[in-house]
C-alpha cells in the first residue's frame, strides 16, 4: 500500500493546466478571425482540441486494458480508468462546443452530421465503461471487466463510424461547410497546431492526477476491506444484567 | 459582419469551455483531497 | 478419459437456459407483453392517424426490438448466481462453449420475439409489406448480432451491482449498426435499390461480435 500513496501530492501539473489553457486562450483571442466564419471560426480552438483529446484518450484506455490483459498489474488499469474518465469529460466538452458552434453558424443546435452522431454515441458508450467500474468493489475482477469492455468498445468505434456515414451519405449529402477546410490559412493552421499541443499538454498533466486519485481511491478501498473495525460500533452496548433495578 | 453578436458566441463557449475545465480540474483535486484524508484517519 | 466436444458442451449450456425459460417463462410471460405494450404506447403518445403509423412502424419494431431485446440476453445477469457460475466454471466446461450455449438460447428466444413483435406491428401499424421477404434474413442476422452483443455484455458485467440496468446501457450504443443495418435494408428496398452493403456489415459485425466473444470469455469467467 506505501506504493500507492505518494508522501507528496504533486502540485506542478495543476501549474501546467493552468498554464496550457491560459496559452490556448491568447492565442485563440489574437488570431485574425476567418474570412467566412468571422469571430466565430475562434471556438474551433477549444472544440478541435477537446475533439482530439476525445480519441487520444480512448486510444490510451485501449492500449492501458491490453497491456492490463497482458501483465496483470493493476497501474495499467487504473491508467485505463483515468483516461477513460478524461476522455467521456473532453466527448462531452467537444459535443457541447459543437453544438454552441453549430447554433451560433447555422442556427440550430443539433445536425445528424456522421461525426457528431458518432461523438454522441461515442459519449455513451464510455459512459458505460465507467458505470461499469462502479459495479464491484474487487480489483482484479474489476480490472478484468472493464479491460475487455475497453477493448470491445474500440473494436466497435470503427463498425459504427462506417455505419452512420453510410448511413447518412446515403440519403442526404452532406450539406455543411465543413471550416477547417484545406484552405485554412497558415496563422491559423498554426494556432489550432497550437492549441492542440497545449491541450495535450493539458491531458498529460491532468492523467498525472488522475491516475494518483485512482491509486488513492484503491488505497481506501483496500484499507476498507482489510481494516474491519466494529460492526455496529456505538449502537453496540454491553447487555444490562441489572434486571432494571 | 455583425461582430458584436459573434463575440457573444464565442464568449459563451469560452465560458461554457473553461468552466468546465475548472469544474473537473477540481472535482479531481476534491477526490484526492478527500481520499487522502480518509487514508489518514483509517491508519 | 473421455472429452466432450466443445459443441456438446455448448448444447448443455443452451438446454439449461432453455428448461430454464420453460420453468419461469420470464422471455414470454415478461419481455414479450411488456415489447408488446411498448408498440401500443407509441401511437398513443405521437397520434394514431394512419400515413404517420405507416411511416415510422418498422423503424418502431426494430427500436423495440433493440431495447427490449437486450432484457432477453441480461437474464443470465440476474437469474444466474455467483455460486450458479463457480460450479459450471469447475466441471471444467470450456467458458467459450459456455458463452457460445448462452448465445445460441438467447438468439433462439430472440427469434421468437421478433416474429411476435413483427406480427403486432403489422397489426398496430399497418405497416406496407414491401420486402417482407428479406425479413426472415434481416430477423435472423438483428438475432444473432443482438444475442451474441447482449451475451457478451451480460458477461462482461457479471453479477455485479445495478447489472441488470448496466448491460441495456453497455448494449444500446453498441448495437447502432445492427439498427442502422436492418432499418436501411428495408429503407434501400423501399428505394429500389440493393441491399447488399447493409447485410454485408450485419455480417462483419455478426463475426468480430463472435471472435471477441469467444476470446474474452476465458478471461471473464476468472474474474
Known sequence: MATLVQKKSPVWPWIVMAIAGLVTFVAAMTVPPDAVQGQLSRIMYVHVPSAWLAYLSFGVTMIASGIYLWKRDLEWDRRAHASAEIGVFFTGLAIALGMIWGKSTWGTWWTWDARLTLTAIMFFVYLGYLALRRTTDDMDARAKRAAVMGILAIVQIPLVHFSVIWWQTLHQPPSIIKPEGPDMDTVMVLTLLTAVASFTVMYIAMMVKRVELARLEDAVLIAEQTNTGPAAGEAVVAPDLSGGA | ?43 | MTRTSFWTQAMAITKRDVMRERRSGEVLWVTLPFGAIALLLIPIAIGTDRPTLRAIGVGMFWVIVMLFGVLIAVRQAHTESQAQRDVVALTGIDPAAGYVGRVIASFMFLIGFEVVLAVVTVALYDVPLDGWAWMPLVMVLVGAGLSLLGTLAASIVSTGRSASALVPLLVAPLSVPLLIGATQTFEALRLGRSSLTWTLMMVIVILLLAIAGVMSARTLQES
Open chain 2, 1 to 43: 459582419m455583425d461582430y458584436a453578436y459573434q463575440w457573444n458566441w464565442v464568449m459563451f463557449g469560452y465560458g461554457v469551455a473553461y468552466a468546465a475545465l475548472v469544474v473537473f480540474a477540481s472535482s479531481i483535486a476534491v477526490r484526492v483531497t478527500r481520499a487522502r484524508r480518509r487514508l489518514g484517519e483509517e491508519t
